[in-house]
Nanobody, 124 residues
C-alpha cells in the first residue's frame, strides 16, 4: 500500500518555526517529485512548493519564499519542510503528495499519492 504520512504540525506563535515531515511507505520516494500543499477553511488548496527527485529543482509559492525550506532524504524515504517566520495566514492543514516523474530534475506533475494532512495553527 502506497502511503504518505505527515507529522510535526501544531500550534505556534507568529514569528515561530515548525518542521513538518513526510514519510513514505510502500514505495520508493526517490522516484517521485514531492509537493507540499495547504488548505485553510473556506479556501482552495494551495501548492506551497515542490521538490524534484534529485532536489535540484525546487519551486516555492511567493507566499512562502524566503521563509520555508524543503529538503529530502531519499535514503530515509522522507521529505522535510522547515517553516520559519510563521504568519497567521500560514494556518492551514498541510499535505504532502508524490508525483511519479521520469526525469529526476522535474518538479511537480500528476500527484498520485497523498498524505492525510497535519494541522498547523499560527496564533498568539
Amino acid at each position: 500500500q502506497l502511503q504518505l504520512v505527515e507529522s510535526g504540525g501544531g500550534l505556534v506563535q507568529p514569528g515561530g518555526s515548525l518542521t513538518l515531515s513526510c514519510a513514505a511507505s510502500g514505495f520508493t520516494l526517490e522516484s517521485y517529485s514531492v509537493g507540499w500543499f495547504r488548505q485553510a477553511p473556506g479556501n482552495e488548496r494551495e501548492e506551497v512548493l515542490c521538490i524534484s527527485r534529485n532536489a535540484r529543482s525546487i519551486n516555492y509559492a511567493d507566499s512562502v519564499k524566503g521563509r520555508f525550506t524543503v529538503s529530502r532524504d531519499n535514503a530515509k524515504n522522507t521529505v522535510s519542510l522547515q517553516m520559519n517566520s510563521l504568519k497567521f495566514e500560514d494556518t492551514a492543514v498541510y499535505y504532502c503528495a508524490a508525483a511519479f516523474t521520469y526525469y529526476s530534475g522535474t518538479c511537480g506533475g500528476h500527484y498520485v499519492v497523498w498524505g492525510q494532512g497535519t494541522q498547523v495553527t499560527v496564533s498568539s
